[in-house]
């Protein structure tokens, strides 16, 4: 039984010393592919270090998250598209709108958003969008530039019902659910009861959102078992099922070769 980590920061510097060893170990949990999402022009070599050690296994994606951007995003865009253009990507991402830690720039993130969102489409490329308490917003960039040519994932997916509504309505996007379903008090489960199974894609955020039963510790993918175990049991099915159907989510959307 194989099963895909969609979303994942392997490259982050929790995991410089032993990358290999949690590689290995997502190996052997069944972890088949691990697509890594860059987060700004500070991290381009470290992505591309961890990728050129695991080639064919780590998949990169290239772009630049909201919580990076400043008011020189002119020049980090620039920055971005260059390594795009010159190398090969799965995916634009990280890239998105976060209204939770500071909206000061809010305008800056909706500029390199909507950017970013248009060379998914002239390079015909998936997105992977962070949406921290901006729902609203990336629903209506993607509107703006062009809903009918874009396709994606919403990232870390914790959010409401009707938040899953509004992302539900675009046609071509889906979910990436990680340890927060297995949170007692999340109420992502009962929310996940009314998204349909072939919205839903399997991700870890490592090395954050650790799920239970090693909430507090650094994640990595070998625990990406642990987030299929919740997913089973919401859906009343076998974990196979489960791996069978979300690999074919994320193969799907990110045109993965296995």
Known sequence: MNIIDTHAHLFAEDFHDDLNEVVSRARQA???????????????GELRKAVAHHPGYLLPMMGLHPTSVTREWKRQLHTIRQEMNSNSYVAVGEIGIDLYWDQSLKEEQINVFEEQLKWSIEKDLPVAIHFRNATREVVKSIR????????????SFGGSKEELDAILQLKNFRVGINGVVTFKNSGLSETL????????????????????PFRGKRNEPAYLTFVLKQIAAIWQETEAYVAERTNRNAIELFNIVR
Do not use: A, M, Y
């Open 30 to 44: 069944g972890v088949e592919k691990v697509l890594l999402p860059n987060i700004d022009e500070t991290t381009i």
């Open 144 to 155: 703006r530039v062009g809903e009918e040519h874009l396709r994606g994932v919403f990232h």
């Open 193 to 212: 009861r009314h998204c349909p199974q072939e919205k839903v894609i399997l991700e870890t955020d490592s090395p954050w959102l650790t799920p239970v």
